[in-house]
């Protein structure tokens, strides 16, 4: 440590000084460099400007004290160790600078390579290169390309133009073909281009070059693009970059230098072997570029054998050190192999699980270990139907993956041309440039959706992920003319009826039908693959984990399910009871006529007999779904809607009555229908007569659906089975709502039961903000809570989903205020609050009170280790999200504190 940094803060870090545990301090890369460098690899040697010397730097727009000097000192020691020095004209030092947060963040400012270089040391840095004049001219034209784009925002196709430029008049497309000459002419026509940009000569002064370099990492962390990533990212704004400074290395030196990337396995599938990428003659960005060719990383063996075997066995030390999947970037500089940067690499969904059984069998990590290195949301997407790719099929443009799946189906502009189509059978992809709320009609009924614009948190993407459809958007290469109803892609116009297939997990689509095969996970899931006979290495370790999150969960997992088959599905996917029994699907279709009898009922006669005739209807829908679920619990929640969600709508009503009587028909139903639809229209229904206050106000409806139960599970245990009903009451806010309701079930269920040994719960959803915070009251009176988190969050809030999904989610997203759709994942300040509230104070009043969750957040990762630290004992959701919630569960209850699963 230089006697500076003992008074000063310190704000710049050796290589030698830090270690991969210091990346909030040094940032991702720098962290890894150091990491590298301690394990004694061969990185060139360099040094970390610290992220708190970002933070001081955008708190008050200058570099802070103490930090010009330590640069110096540490730059110092650099040419010390390098035996040059920055902007020699004979021999100088080159540097690149590179940006580093603890987050790999797109936006942000990237690499400078070549820092150093000026009209002078370009010179003397062809003669240290054995007189290659072409190396330093080409070092040196990168420079001021680099630099003038990232540092001084002159745009970037100026340069490329020129490059264009020389290499048509050297009549080459390869930058390989261009010579000394060409390049020394390249290097004027962007200094002019620099010039004409920033007004001033690109600067000549190393030091300066490096200092404005640094600079303009600093502030990039607060670009546009940055910004907006890191509030849909959720990452938090004030954690800063680092900013690294690194001797170069030349792999663009002749044919024996190069650069390449690599992963220490493959990280699309999981692969153990070589995978990766290298490209002679060139620098670093040239890879990733595309500019030329690469080859596979394999042809290196037979190009450069040592370096070949040196990189494997680097490889391998790395993999054992981390205990993970790595990627690397090297560079060889005529024969000598570098290594520029690892970190842990990122991978496919299949291959997260792949790789984590792996590890295992290696004996890197446990069990434990493999599912924290997992997650629901891999598993999920593990689970959705995908294309069969093994045929030609090219994607033609590529968007956001901005909600999963994989959809084929006749493209169609409008909305009511959407709605149209689908109303004749047939599969439809709607394609707008971008959607807004008088598209949603057409959404629903749509297949999928593809947009032109907008990315991750539009219009089109939040909708769609809500209604849990497949969505790209923003596949910009799509030109959409909706009047003409066609849109153009890579030179091919695709008409109105022409078919298309959108992948909404990788943004890509493509022309025609592409066949869908199902999830072998799901297959799995079904019972209909065995994992120990499956040669798929991904099934076998999706079983191996999902079987270790059993064990290691505390919470339960049930399902909702409203019918038999929806049960038995559900079951199979590992469900231990039904969280959630809609009961309304049983008062449609050919019962709706019941349903209206109930409501025009004029007399207590006519309601019941209504109700007498729907309850041998009710009584068999659950002797089905108790069967289904023999042994384990079923919540049955009674009805909820409001009862004019069964009559038809106003408009249609008003229009049959004046249809009928033009014809002089008897229209006297028709006219007390429409009487009824008018009386009961409410403002709000949301708000209005549902749930507990349809039992309170209407005689004998919960009556008829407690005795169906009551019946249905005598019924099957007198068959031998075992039922277990827990009767639901929906949005009660008062316990006197629950105990008129309880005082007269329970006299049924008496009756009904008698000696047939079943056992009736009856419990309450917690879904009014009020019966959260009177929880302590209402657990007096009820055996259980399920909290209903749709509700909760709508009226916590006060919106209605219905209405806002489509109406500003898209713009609060993008504003950050908030980071995900609190009906994606539990708002766990507000929402999460009144959950913990009445869990707390529900078990004061009642110890070992039954708490469970059943909204769609019971399936969502994040919501469930939110409820996983409440301490609720189950989570129900769909059938098909209940293995993730299973691994999920597990997931949260091995966490680690301070593990970091970004
Ligand atoms: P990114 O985060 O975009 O990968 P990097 O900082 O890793 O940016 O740099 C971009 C490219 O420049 C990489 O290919 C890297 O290997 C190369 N590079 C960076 N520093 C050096 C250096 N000191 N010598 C040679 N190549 C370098
Ligand atoms: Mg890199
Ligand atoms: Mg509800």
């Known amino acids: 440590m230089t006697a500076q940094e003992t008074v000063d803060h310190k704000y710049v870090y050796d290589f030698a000084e830090g270690n991969r545990d210091l990346k909030d301090l040094l940032g991702g890369k720098g962290a890894n460099l150091a990491e590298m460098t301690n394990l004694g690899l061969p990185v060139p040697p360099g040094f970390t400007i610290t992220t708190e010397a970002c933070q001081a730097y955008l708190a008050t727009g200058r570099e802070p004290d103490g930090l010009a000097g330590q640069i110096e000192a540490h730059l ?76 001084c925002e002159v745009p970037g196709e100026e340069f490329e133009h020129a490059l264009d430029e020389a290499k048509r008049a050297r009549g080459t497309t390869s930058d390989l073909d261009l010579d000394a000459d060409d390049l020394r002419g390249l290097v004027d026509a962007y200094k002019k281009i620099f010039l004409k940009h920033t007004g001033r000569d690109f600067p000549q002064e190393p030091r300066e070059q490096l200092d404005l370099a640094i600079r303009a990492v600093f502030e990039s962390w607060n670009a546009e693009r940055a910004v907006l990533y890191r509030r849909q990212e959720r990452i938090p704004a004030d954690l800063g970059t680092a900013v690294n400074v690194v001797a170069m290395v030349f792999g663009n030196l002749g044919p024996d230098s190069g650069t390449g ?50 990189l494997l066995d680097i490889m391998a030390r790395l993999e054992g050190h981390y205990r993970d999947l790595c990627d690397i970037e090297f560079t060889i500089e005529r024969g000598k192999l570098w290594m520029l940067q690892t970190r842990v690499g990122k991978r496919t969904a299949a291959a997260a699980f792949v790789i984590a059984g792996q590890l295992v069998d290696e004996g890197l990590i446990d069990l434990d270990e493999a599912l924290h290195r997992v997650n629901g949301a891999q598993l999920a997407q593990l689970m959705f139907p995908r294309f069969q790719l093994d045929h030609d099929f090219e994607p033609v443009a590529r968007g956001v993956g901005a909600s999963p799946g994989a959809a084929s189906g006749k493209v169609v502009f409008t909305s009511a041309r959407a709605v149209e189509l689908a109303a004749e059978g047939e599969a439809v992809i709607l394609v707008r440039r971008e959607t807004n709320p008088d598209d949603l009609n057409g959404m629903i009924a749509a297949k999928g959706i593809l947009t032109s614009r907008g990315g991750k948190t539009s219009h089109a993407a939040v909708v769609a992920r809500g209604m849990g459809k497949t969505c790209v958007s923003g596949a910009d290469e799509i030109d959409v003319n909706v009047p003409a109803k066609r849109f153009t892609v890579a030179g091919q116009t695709v008409h109105e009826g022409d078919v298309v297939s959108i992948d909404g997990t990788t943004g890509k689509v493509y022309l025609g039908e592409v066949p869908v095969t199902p999830s072998e996970v799901v297959r799995y899931f079904e019972g209909t693959l065995d994992p120990d006979e499956a040669d798929d290495a991904l099934v076998k370790a999706v079983h191996r984990i999902m079987t270790h999150a059993d064990a290691a969960r505390r919470l339960a997992v049930r399902a909702n399910a409203d019918t038999g088959a929806d049960a038995a599905r559900a079951r199979r996917f590992g469900a231990q009871g039904i ?31 209504a109700l007498a005739a729907l309850l041998p209807l009710q009584r068999d829908d659950f002797v089905e779904i108790f069967r289904e679920m023999d042994g384990l619990p079923v ?59 349809l039992g309170l106000v209407i005689p004998g409806l919960f009556a008829m659906q407690v005795r169906a139960i009551a019946e249905a599970a005598v019924r099957v245990t007198r068959d031998g089975g075992s039922a277990c009903p827990e009767i639901m009451v929906p949005l009660v806010g008062a316990v006197q709502e629950l105990e008129t309701v309880r005082a007269e079930a329970e006299k049924i269920i008496a009756e009904v039961v008698g000696d047939s040994g079943v056992e009736v719960l009856i419990g309450t959803m917690i879904e009014v903000p009020r019966a959260a915070l009177t929880a302590g009251q209402i657990a007096e009176a009820a055996q259980f809570f399920s909290f ?12 209605s989903r219905d209405d806002v999904e489509g109406a500003f989610f898209w713009r609060y997203l993008e504003l950050g205020i908030f980071g995900i759709s609190p009906f994606e994942s539990i708002d766990r300040d507000g ?45 129900s959701c769909s059938p098909f999200r209940v293995p993730v919630a299973r691994l999920e569960a597990g997931r949260a209850a091995v966490e680690t504190v301070g593990s970091d699963s970004r």
Request: charge should be negative; glycine fraction near 12%; hydrophobic fraction near 40%.
């Open 788 to 799: 209903g988190t749709n509700d909760l969050t709508q009226m916590g809030w006060g919106f």
């Open 261 to 310: 990337v690599a992963f220490t396995r493959d990280p699309a599938s999981g692969a153990q072997g070589i995978y990766g990428d290298y490209l002679a003659n060139a620098q670093g960005e040239d890879v990733v570029a595309g500019i030329r060719n690469t080859v596979p990383l394999q042809d290196l063996e037979r190009l450069d054998k040592r370096s070949y075997d040196e």
């Open 579 to 609: 969280g959630l029994c809609r009961t309304e699907h049983m008062f449609l279709g050919d019962r709706r006529e019941l349903v209206e009898r109930l409501i025009l009922a004029r007399t207590d006669t006519e309601r019941a007999d």
């Open 635 to 693: 919540t049955v929640r009674l009805i909820d809607p409001p009862l004019h969600e069964f009559l038809p709508p106003l408009e249609q009503l008003a229009v049959d009555v004046a249809v009928a009587q033009e014809r002089g028909e008897d229209v006297a139903k028709e006219e007390a229908l429409l009487a009824a639809v008018r009386r009961m229209h409410e403002e709000n229904p949301m708000l209005g007569l549902r749930g507990v206050r």
């Open 76 to 151: 110092e020691s650099l040419e010390r160790g390098m035996g040059r020095r920055l902007g020699d004209p004979h021999d100088p030092l080159l540097v690149s600078v590179r940006s580093g947060a603890k987050f790999s963040m797109p936006g942000m400012m990237e690499t400078v390579l070549n820092v150093g270089l000026n009209d002078r040391s370009v010179v003397g840095l062809a003669a240290q290169a054995g007189g290659n004049e072409r190396f330093a001219w080409d070092s040196y034209r990168r420079l001021i390309q680099m630099f003038g784009k990232t540092v």
């Open 831 to 875: 929402v999460g609050r009144l959950v913990r509230i009445a869990a707390e104070e529900g078990r004061a009043a009642r110890p070992g009170l039954k708490l469970g969750v059943c909204g769609e957040h019971g399936g969502d990762p994040e919501s469930v280790h939110f409820f996983h630290s409440v301490g609720l004992d189950y989570v």
